[in-house]
């Protein structure tokens, strides 16, 4: 290029630069906004009252309370079963568990619904955003069935469980948050999903020597508890520790709740007597909820959910407005990414990323729930009626102004057109689920031989 030439290029490109106008255009220029990483953090029988934000005053959970200090603790958050492997059954698909039969852990005391595993054609959280282009993992527990359908069948590009298909993880120990943390040091360049599945509270409790130190000044059983839930806590803040020095924590939706309710507590009498002992030192709270893990009361299935995505999620916030469920994490998180899911995966959720930006979103669709055969729930509204697999024996409870669901306040036959009204509904969403489990679900092998499960998950 002659020289004369390349005077007037320059002269052009420092006129532009200088131009007023060119300024103007440069800082209206529209920017696209990344898209969000997701972490969904998912305790074992962490209670509701297991935070030290909620109220408790023995149990610490500094990493949990800066967690809600930084975002939305949402305080009518329901899982969609009172036990674990239906209750990620719904937080994974968007769907009732009992839409797939699954209504008990997998494992050999389960009724003929139930299949030996989730459907993998069933829609996933990791498969819509895989399918938008981000990298998914999961790492921890899984106990969704176990057979023929891989990880990968499900979405989920890196994983690492117990539980579960493919490559295992030990629950105990620090090696589910140090895979997490691995994963999100390798992707912090892309958007990923990332489940992180923890198994504290759950039993057998294996807390750390350092944890329990720690505590040696209570007594033995909230000693152990205490050290349980001081691992957990420090696990929840591995992960954020990892996403702030990656430079990820202001573009990453932070998810923390729980499969269900605390572990039943055992008594001290029954410590020497055979599989007692498990229960023992589980002194899980619900912070006043009745009922606990196995219920299908409060105190079975409300948990912790906080919410943490700065700059949509205000800081400090406590929602105590929106009721959130399970099966509303599929829609919520495409939502949330930009995504739009196919029409085959319409389930029983609602879209309410509005509310994760703060807003007091009201729910429109009914919450069901079924235990195994036995106990069936619905709630619409504040009103919630508990009732028998036949609808002969109920309970009906406004929880605006009776959380606890005390006994004592049933309001079944104060407002019998309600119970009637809530009654008939339940038994007949109840109607339309599977007696048997799709033949593609199930495997060869006698479910005697895959009792595993059932007893260490």
Same mark, same amino acid.
């Given at each position: 290029m002659k020289p004369t030439a390349m005077k007037t290029l320059l002269a052009l490109a420092a006129a532009l630069?200088?131009?007023?106008?060119?300024?103007?255009?440069?800082?209206? +220029?529209?920017?696209?906004?990344? #898209?969000?990483?997701i972490v969904f953090i998912y +305790?074992?029988? %962490? $209670?509701? $009252?297991?935070?030290?934000?909620? /109220?408790?005053? %023995?149990?610490? !959970?500094?990493?949990?309370?800066?967690?809600?200090?930084?975002? =939305?603790?949402?305080?009518?958050f329901n899982v969609l079963h009172p036990v674990c492997s239906p209750s990620r059954v719904a937080a994974m698909t968007g769907r009732y568990p009992a839409r797939f039969g699954i209504n008990h852990i997998f494992g050999p005391n389960r009724g003929p619904e139930m299949p030996d595993w989730l459907d993998s054609r069933a829609p996933t959280i990791p498969r819509y955003l895989k399918a938008a282009g981000y990298r998914t993992g999961h790492f921890g527990k899984w106990h969704m069935g176990e057979g023929?359908? !891989?990880?990968?069948? *499900? /979405? =989920?590009?890196?994983?690492?469980? *117990? $539980? /579960?298909?493919?490559?295992k993880i030990d629950r105990s120990g620090d090696e589910i948050p140090s895979r997490a943390v691995q994963f999100i040091e390798a992707h912090k360049g892309r958007p990923f999903y990332l489940n992180v599945w923890l198994h504290e509270s759950h039993l057998n409790h294996t807390p750390s020597p350092e944890s329990l130190e720690q505590w040696k000044h209570l007594d033995e059983r909230k000693r152990i508890y205490a050290a349980v839930i001081t691992d957990g806590d420090r696990k929840v803040g591995m992960i954020l520790d990892a996403?702030?020095?990656? $430079?990820?924590?202001q573009n990453t939706l932070v998810v923390f709740s729980s499969d269900n309710g605390p572990e039943n507590t055992g008594s001290p009498d029954q410590k020497g007597s055979p599989g007692a002992w498990r229960s023992y030192y589980s002194l899980g709270e619900t912070g006043g909820l009745r009922g606990r893990k196995r219920s299908l009361f409060e105190g079975g299935v409300r948990v912790p959910f906080i919410v943490r995505w700065p700059g949509h999620a205000p800081a400090g916030a406590k929602n105590d407005t929106t009721v959130f469920t399970a099966v509303d994490l599929l829609p919520t998180f495409c939502a949330a990414a930009g995504v739009t899911p196919p029409p085959e995966a319409q389930g029983d959720g609602e879209n309410l990323l509005a509310a994760l930006n703060g807003q007091p979103v009201l729910r429109t669709r009914p919450i069901f729930w079924r235990y195994r055969s036995t106990d069936l729930a619905v709630r619409d509204g504040d009103w919630k009626l508990v009732t028998n697999f036949d609808g002969t024996q109920s309970e009906l409870h406004n929880l605006k102004w009776n959380r606890a669901e005390? +006994?004592?306040?049933?309001?079944?036959?104060?407002?019998?057109? =309600?119970?009637? #009204?809530?009654?008939?509904?339940?038994?007949?969403?109840? +109607? !339309?689920?599977p007696t048997k489990p799709d033949p593609t679900t199930l495997s060869?092998?006698?479910?005697?031989?895959?009792a595993k499960l059932d007893a260490d998950l």
């Open positions: 630069l200088l131009s007023p106008s060119a300024m103007l255009f440069a800082a209206d +220029a529209p920017k696209t906004p990344a #898209r969000p990483n +305790a074992d029988d %962490w $209670g509701w $009252g297991d935070l030290s934000c909620h /109220g408790n005053t %023995w149990l610490k !959970t500094p990493n949990l309370d800066r967690l809600a200090n930084e975002g =939305i603790d949402f305080q009518q023929r359908p !891989t990880m990968a069948d *499900y /979405g =989920i590009d890196e994983s690492a469980v *117990y $539980g /579960g298909p493919g490559p996403l702030k020095r990656s $430079g990820l924590e005390d +006994a004592a306040q049933d309001q079944s036959k104060a407002h019998p057109d =309600i119970t009637a #009204r809530l009654t008939k509904m339940v038994l007949a969403w109840n +109607a !339309t689920l060869n092998e006698p479910r005697k031989k895959r």
